[in-house]
């Protein structure tokens, strides 16, 4: 079973030593280089804790794509936790460490995290680091530790595909100080030993990590995964950058959903629909021909993950209206009811969630959206200007999306109303979604109307959650109904949601008409 820990940490180089000078390891460890940290104002003693031999093999795939995404992979023996060790970047000298045991080959958990950057690509050997670490504790009066310095002597051995360890590989060596934060630590305290390191002349390093600097110091590296950045200057340029920033959302959130992390689901989920939503909009940019196969597909992915995420924010929206009612309107095991029912459907929401993302039809997916924008099937609209192509694209999706409102608006409310209402949300998440491919290249009033778009979005969302609310609430009180238990509460909350409903359909028709401003349209058509 992996582990996952926060790691917060800065790293350091030690200074460079006078030319001509002794080239042979630095006196110490380089201990004596390190200034006296005991200068730090909440540090009262630092605690030496000895010397640890580690030896890590990092790996990756031949072009190195969890490198280009900042994700290590590695097997480390020596130390306490020595196993495999999988860290995601979460910010700058912020890193999820995720950690399996000691074993001779990648255990499946850690193989899934990486499954979606990595698919059917081998991973290999890449590099190893023998690191000769002396580490010491920041403690303070009361004998808490405050942080961890490690002075690292380091060996880097860049390993070569079909070699040995040594045949063909170059190598470097450094030596460098990291400086941990320990569990609940306060982030200023590594500011403050900064500032001591700084007054001695140890400099932050260069490199984000080790493997990082072993890379660039040994032999030259193989071409990254990742396409240089682009400039964009045409309607094309700007399109595809947009269905970029998603394929690569959804390539990241995969992992982030394996590790259930909070409103996962959700992100990955809209980043398929945003590039579904540009497919269609941006139709005389891109090929529909090559597209749309893969929007199927994307069709496809979101409607299963909305198993997932349509019950987590059901879960959300019933266990506040419970919440809200004094208990003697609660009749009945409510809360447990509730409870069970949440349990239940999350955890078969989840595990066909996650049997999804280990299909064979999902991975070709990812290499379908890779293959495409690798040598994408522009049209000839491709090369038009962006304040030309891009506006228009946008007008004809509001235009689809007001005539579904004022359609709706002409229905009695009822069935056929409700899901006239669902088909307008759609299509506000459309003509939202278009505007903010075309933000980087509209500024402002592409900004603009995608706020419009958003309001109107809510209203109908709320409405549909509603209507989905109402048929499980009316689910709960059948069952608890057949168990003899009191269906009062089911009914109550029933009833709120449909005077919910009724308000989201009176209100409407105000924000649609403040959407529908006619100087936005103006300032959109002018561009």
Do not use: C, N
């Not at 006078?18 to 003693?45: F, M, N």
């Not at 660039?216 to 400039?231: G, L, M, Y």
């Not at 109550?492 to 005077?499: K, N, S, V």
């Amino acid at each position: 079973m992996a582990d996952t820990k926060r790691e917060i940490e800065r790293k350091y180089e030690l200074p460079v030593r006078p030319a001509g000078g002794d080239e042979g390891p630095l006196p110490d460890g380089g201990r004596a280089l390190l200034p006296d940290l005991t200068k730090v104002r909440a540090v009262s003693a630092v605690t030496a804790r000895g010397v640890t031999e580690l030896d890590a093999v990092y790996h990756d795939t031949s072009d190195l794509r969890l490198t280009a995404d900042s994700l290590t992979l590695r097997r480390r023996t020596g130390g306490a936790d020595e196993g495999w060790h999988l860290k995601f970047p979460v910010g700058d000298g912020v890193r999820d460490e995720i950690q399996a045991p000691l074993s001779d080959t990648l255990p499946d958990e850690l193989a899934a995290l990486v499954r979606s950057r990595v698919r059917g690509t081998r991973l290999t050997p890449v590099v190893r680091l023998r690191t000769s670490r002396a580490t010491s504790l920041l403690v303070d009066k009361a004998g808490r530790t405050l942080a961890e310095v490690a002075l690292d002597t380091v060996h880097a051995e860049r390993l070569l595909a079909g070699a040995g360890s040594g045949a063909g590989a170059r190598t470097a060596d450094w030596t460098e100080i990291e400086v941990e934060l320990a569990e609940d630590g306060d982030p200023a305290l590594l500011d403050a030993v900064e500032k001591v390191l700084r007054k001695a002349g140890v400099r932050p390093a260069s490199a984000a990590s080790k493997l990082a600097r072993a890379l660039a110091e040994t032999a030259p590296p193989t071409k990254s995964h990742k396409a240089a950045k682009r400039v964009l200057v045409t309607a094309g340029d700007h399109v595809l950058a947009y269905l970029r920033e998603q394929a690569d959302a959804i390539v990241s959130y995969d992992a982030a959903v394996r590790r259930d992390l909070p409103d996962s689901v959700h992100q990955l989920r809209v980043a398929t629909r945003r590039m579904r939503s540009a497919f269609r909009t941006y139709k005389k940019v891109l090929d529909r021909d090559a597209s749309r196969p893969i929007g199927a597909e994307l069709q496809w992915l979101a409607g299963e993950l909305g198993v997932d995420r349509d019950h987590e924010v059901l879960a959300e929206r019933l266990t506040e209206r419970v919440g809200a009612h004094d208990t003697t309107l609660l009749l009945g095991p409510v809360h447990a009811r509730l409870r069970i029912w949440d349990a239940e459907g999350r955890t078969d929401a989840r595990a066909g969630t996650l049997a999804v993302l280990d299909s064979a039809r999902y991975l070709r997916l990812l290499d379908s959206m890779e293959a495409l924008l690798a040598d994408p099937p522009l049209l000839d609209g491709a090369a038009r200007k962006p304040a030309k192509a891009l506006p228009r694209a946008i007008v004809k999706d509001y235009e689809r999306l007001a005539g579904r409102v004022e359609y709706a608006l002409t229905l009695a409310p009822g069935e056929e109303r409700d899901l006239a209402l669902h088909d307008a949300r759609k299509a506000a998440k459309r003509a939202r979604y278009a505007a903010d491919a075309a933000v980087p290249a509209l500024g402002k009033p592409a900004k603009r109307f995608s706020k419009r778009m958003k309001a109107v979005q809510s209203v109908l969302g709320d409405h549909q959650d509603s209507v989905v609310a109402r048929d499980a609430l009316r689910d709960l009180a059948i069952k608890a109904h057949a168990a003899g238990e009191s269906a009062f509460t089911w009914g109550l909350l029933y009833g709120e949601e449909e005077a919910r409903a009724a308000d989201r359909e009176r209100e409407l028709p105000r924000v649609w008409r403040k959407s529908a401003d006619p100087k936005l349209r103006t300032a959109l058509g002018r561009l």
